[in-house]
């Protein structure tokens, strides 16, 4: 069973920044979807940010939550299947379990979820 493991979450001042990276254990063929989602108490999870490769001629599509537009950005290194979340300007509001998830069209995938937390 392919896994997704998850690194970089912590604590941080506000203004600060992290680098959230995911990479699955095992091989997954396919990939069409990696993304960010993230879950503070009390609250539903929430998409963050996510990446869909649409084909050649389009290249990838990015999505950001509203919220962290222009302090967030999603990347990709499709040779290992990872993806990474880097997180500048933190807010306290941004703290949460963050959530990595790839997608192959068939079947999804769930890391085990990195905390994140953000002091003011």
């Known amino acids: 069973q392919v896994q997704l493991v998850e690194s970089g979450g912590g604590l941080v001042q506000a203004g600060g920044s992290l680098r959230l990276s995911c990479a699955p254990s095992g091989r997954i063929f396919g990939i069409n979807t990696m993304g960010w989602y993230r879950q503070a108490p009390g609250k539903e999870r929430e998409l963050v940010a996510v990446i869909t490769s649409v084909d050649i001629s389009s290249g990838d599509i990015m999505q950001y939550a509203d919220s962290v537009k222009g302090r967030f950005t999603i990347a990709t290194d499709n040779a290992k299947n990872a993806v990474y979340l880097q997180m500048n300007s933190l807010k306290p509001e941004d703290s949460g379990v963050y959530y990595c998830?790839?997608?192959?069209?068939?079947?999804?995938?769930w890391g085990q979820g990195t905390p994140v937390t953000v002091s003011s």
């Open positions: 998830a790839m997608n192959n069209g068939l079947v999804g995938y």
